[in-house]
């Protein structure tokens, strides 16, 4: 996976212990770092003609779910002045993240890449819940 390399706890208990900037920053490089990636497979699935309208259709949908959370986050995070967000608003492509992506993202096969996605997806997903739980500590989590 072409976010091997990013620094990421390992298990809930670790995601925990990390300060709320930090993982709202880590967050916002993970989905940074997929925004590239998805585009490239969108454009590869756009030609193959076997594929039903369907398929290309969920591919475009996800791309833009990414995007909108990114964005989402972003507000967050600005809403809560973490200091964090100044040194991301600059980022821009998966240069600002340190990752390389374009030789291995597009060597991958697409059943790689989408147990990458889906890894880096449920990684997103643990430490939105994370956050939520310190936001909203009334949610009993």
Same mark, same amino acid.
Request: with cysteine; proline share 4%.
């Given at each position: 996976?072409?976010?091997?390399?990013? !620094?990421?706890?390992?298990?809930?208990?670790?995601?925990?212990? /990390?300060? #709320?900037? =930090?993982?709202?920053?880590? /967050?916002?490089?993970? !989905?940074?770092?997929?925004?590239?990636? !998805?585009?490239?497979?969108?454009?590869?699935? =756009?030609?193959?003609?076997?594929?039903?309208?369907? *398929?290309?259709? +969920?591919?475009?949908?996800?791309?833009?779910?990414?995007?909108? !959370?990114? @964005?989402?986050?972003?507000?967050?995070?600005?809403?809560?002045?973490? *200091?964090?967000?100044?040194?991301?608003?600059?980022?821009?492509?998966?240069?600002? @993240?340190?990752?390389?992506?374009?030789? =291995?993202?597009?060597?991958? *096969?697409?059943?790689?890449?989408?147990? &990458?996605?889906? #890894?880096?997806?449920?990684?997103?997903?643990?430490?939105? +819940? /994370?956050? +939520?739980?310190? /936001?909203?500590?009334?949610?009993? &989590?």
């Amino acid at each position: 996976c072409h976010t091997s390399g990013m !620094l990421t706890p390992n298990g809930k208990e670790y995601a925990q212990k /990390i300060p #709320r900037e =930090e993982l709202t920053h880590l /967050i916002l490089k993970l !989905l940074q770092a997929w925004k590239e990636p !998805l585009s490239h497979f969108n454009q590869h699935i =756009e030609h193959h003609q076997e594929l039903p309208d369907d *398929s290309l259709s +969920k591919a475009k949908q996800i791309s833009n779910m990414v995007h909108e !959370l990114k @964005t989402g986050v972003e507000k967050v995070t600005e809403k809560a002045r973490f *200091s964090m967000y100044n040194s991301l608003n600059g980022m821009a492509s998966s240069e600002g @993240t340190g990752l390389s992506i374009s030789n =291995e993202a597009n060597m991958m *096969s697409d059943s790689d890449f989408i147990h &990458c996605f889906r #890894r880096d997806s449920n990684k997103v997903q643990s430490y939105l +819940k /994370i956050l +939520k739980c310190r /936001i909203m500590p009334e949610n009993s &989590c």
